[in-house]
């Protein structure tokens, strides 16, 4: 079965950090693009920032210089290092990435993850 698992949100006051990890498991074949959401209550998930196989990355205007992307492609793991956190950034965090898995036949597609709460407050 594949999957990814999320860990690492929790309860933090403003101006604190956090660092949240993905990992991808199950018979995966390749993983392309590996990004982060985040959905708020009563709003839409967005993206909050990607990166791709070569490294390159891209941020949410509202996280940026705030908010580091990494993957380590041995472990099959994408992390998101929060710092400076905001009342603002209070959600949940998902993971995503575009992968080809389960079958050798099988074409590249999302898979997401179940998601970790974080909430940021006093």
């Known amino acids: 079965q594949v999957q990814l698992v999320e860990s690492g949100g929790d309860l933090v006051q403003p101006g604190g950090s956090l660092r949240l990890s993905c990992a991808a498991s199950?018979?995966?074949?390749?993983?392309?693009?590996m990004a982060w959401y985040r959905q708020a209550p009563g709003k839409e998930r967005e993206l909050v920032a990607s990166?791709?196989?070569?490294?390159?990355?891209n941020y949410a205007d509202s996280v940026k210089g705030r908010f580091t992307i990494s993957r380590d492609s041995a472990k099959n793991t994408v992390y998101l290092q929060m710092n400076s956190l905001k009342p603002e950034d209070t959600a949940v965090y998902y993971c995503k990435a575009n992968m080809r898995a389960g079958y050798r036949t099988s074409l590249p597609r999302d898979y997401w993850g179940q998601g970790t709460q974080v909430t940021v407050s006093s």
């Open positions: 199950g018979r995966i074949f390749s993983i392309n693009t």
């Open positions: 990166i791709t196989t070569g490294g390159t990355t």
